[in-house]
Nanobody
Framework: QLQLVESGGGLVQPGGSLRLSCAAS????????IGWFRQAPGKEREGVSC????????NYADSVKGRFTISRDNAKKTVYLQMNSLKPEDTAVYYC?????????????????WGQGTQVTVSS
């Protein structure tokens, strides 16, 4: 069974850090582009960051540039999202998803597999 599982979410104070992990099972992660998306209550899902299958290309939404870093360890079948200088507006459920390697972007329709999400809450 093909599966993506996110972990690492939680409650953190403004200015704090979290590292999210996206682990794959049932398929070879290194074939896929991996994207991180988030959805806050009452808002549409938005793309946060994505990384190509080789890790050579990455992209960030303007709202997280300079604060978030995406990386991948294909040997461990895991993609990470390091989130620093967190703000209350980063509060959302974060999802990872896998897209075919030819695509690097945030069109969720082109992502074939999705995790269940992990909650990130930034609050004092």
């Amino acid at each position: 069974q093909l599966q993506l599982v996110e972990s690492g979410g939680g409650l953190v104070q403004p200015g704090g850090s979290l590292r999210l992990s996206c682990a794959a099972s049932g398929f070879t992660l290194d074939y896929y582009t991996i994207g991180w998306f988030r959805q806050a209550p009452g808002k549409e899902r938005e793309g946060v960051s994505c990384i190509s299958s080789s890790g050579g290309t990455s992209n960030y939404a303007d709202s997280v540039k300079g604060r978030f870093t995406i990386s991948r360890d294909n040997a461990k079948k895991t993609v990470y999202l390091q989130m620093n200088s967190l703000k209350p507006e980063d509060t959302a459920v974060y999802y990872c998803a896998a897209a075919r390697p030819a695509y690097v972007g945030y069109d969720h329709r082109l992502y074939d597999y999705w995790g269940q999400g992990t909650q990130v809450t930034v609050s004092s």
